[in-house]
């Protein structure tokens, strides 16, 4: 389990976010991705106001 969540959350892969599942599984943890891409809208948001100032 360690090294595939490594592998999935390292500076060189994008997202870098991968919560502790609550049940393990050999699978990819994909609850991540709709949390994430709030959190890359809301970061795009934030710069796109910062640009207009």
């Keep these: 389990m360690a090294t595939a969540r490594i592998l999935r959350?390292?500076?060189f892969?994008?997202?870098g976010?991968?919560?502790v599942p609550d049940k393990f599984?050999?699978?990819r943890n994909?609850?991540?991705v709709k949390e994430e891409d709030s959190i890359?809208?809301?970061w795009r948001?934030?710069?796109e106001e910062r640009?207009?100032?």
């Design 30 to 32: 994909t609850d991540w």
């Design 51 to 53: 640009k207009k100032h």
């Design 45 to 47: 948001n934030e710069n």
């Design 17 to 19: 976010y991968d919560p």
């Design 9 to 11: 959350c390292n500076p």
């Design 13 to 15: 892969v994008h997202g």
């Design 40 to 42: 890359a809208a809301k």
């Design 25 to 27: 599984t050999l699978s």
